[in-house]
């Protein structure tokens, strides 16, 4: 699907944050790993556009997956796929280069039949307008994002998507969510009726597929990034996590985010640099490398694994690979996005100069 990249140059950008906008226009859900100051680069052209993307779910997962053993191809795949996860489509300008679009919908079910005589006049969930491709079953605006962006770490939810992304089973068992309040509410919080149903999720991902998989490694991401704000969200009975955006609703500390304003020590901003936040980071990019390692030992790998206590010889003072992961959330705040991609690309290059061919053990076929 994607070409062999010839080449990865550092390429820094500037990108201001945009102020606070239209706070009040509805409920708001984010992204995990926030979108950070730094836009997406293409993998095969090298070409900047326009959106703004997170340096874990895309630069990283391309690290490890070569870390892990996949080829270069494989690699992009499924960088790029992660990253539509949030996204939807990628590409310069009105330009599409990629998209996770193609999936199908259920019709809404009617609020007259569900809230009974619960305020339902106005829908606050799904946010059709604010989607990007009409038929990305990711979206963070539809009816499957808490699915995909705020899954609970049981067998239900990541377990569900575990299955489908390795292939275990080629039908995607998750949820739809719908809310609905009053003239007055503006958010999910406010929301009055709240909603979901178990569905079999139609997307246009392969089961078991390498975009599959990538989409599987996003929720796991996001399973550890909003872990705290799903946890305090279960404590306060709600059926699906949302972040929560003071002073329009009332604060959840763990859940509070303003994705049109992040801010370095904002919820998210919290998971780089020095901050306690931080190591809910280090553990997303763990258990990504785990399942990274675990499919590429599966037959998905073409070269050997490196450890996570393995040195990488190329870079200055030869820091394990566990070390250089850690300076790669710790080492730079939230706005350092442009330093922490060019880290990523001198441990690609270290990576992809140390390491070797899988070394595969052909045993002969006894015949009778």
């Not at 390429?11 to 509805?26: C, D, E, W």
């Not at 539509?84 to 599409?96: F, N, R, T």
Request: aromatic share 10%.
């Amino acid at each position: 699907m994607f070409r062999t990249i010839i080449s990865r140059r550092v390429r820094r950008m500037a990108l201001s944050v945009a102020t606070v906008l239209a706070l009040f226009a509805g409920a708001i859900f984010a992204l995990a790993f926030a979108e950070e100051p730094l836009t997406f680069r293409d993998p095969v052209s090298d070409e900047l556009t326009d959106e703004a993307i997170s340096t874990i779910h895309n630069d990283l997962t391309y690290v490890l997956a070569l870390a892990a053993g996949f080829d270069v191809s494989d690699s992009v795949t499924l960088q790029i796929w992660n990253q539509l996860v949030d996204s939807e489509a990628l590409g310069p300008g009105d330009a599409i280069s990629y998209t996770n679009g193609g999936g199908a919908f259920y019709p809404a079910p009617d609020p007259d039949a569900i809230c009974g005589g619960k305020p339902h006049t106005k829908t606050l969930w799904p946010r059709p307008g604010d989607i990007v491709i009409s038929t990305s079953v990711t979206s963070r605006f539809g009816v499957y994002s808490p699915f995909f962006h705020f899954p609970h770490q049981n067998a239900a939810e990541l377990g569900a998507l575990r299955d489908w992304g390795w292939g275990a089973t080629d039908k995607l068992i998750g949820y739809e969510a719908y809310a609905w309040g009053g003239p007055a509410a503006l958010t999910v919080m406010a929301a009055s009726c709240l909603y979901t149903r178990s569905v079999a999720i139609t997307a246009p991902m392969a089961a078991g597929s390498l975009a599959a998989f990538a989409t599987y490694l996003h929720a796991l991401a996001d399973s550890y990034s909003h872990l705290d704000c799903i946890a305090a969200m279960d404590a306060l009975g709600r059926p699906w996590a949302t972040h929560t955006t003071p002073p329009i609703d009332a604060s959840v500390p763990a859940c509070d985010y303003h994705p049109r304003s992040p801010q370095a020590d904002d919820v998210h901003g919290r998971e780089f640099y020095t901050y306690t936040d931080s190591l809910r980071t280090d553990a997303a990019i763990r258990a990504v490398y785990a399942e990274l390692l675990a499919r590429s030992a599966a037959g998905a790998g073409r070269f050997q694994p490196i450890g996570l206590d393995e040195s990488l010889a190329g870079l200055a003072g030869s820091p394990t690979l566990s070390q250089t992961l850690a300076a790669f959330v710790h080492t730079w705040d939230f706005d350092g996005a442009a330093q922490r991609r060019a880290y990523a690309d001198e441990l690609t290059a270290a990576v992809l100069a140390q390491r070797q061919g899988r070394r595969r053990v052909y045993l002969p076929v006894l015949f009778r």
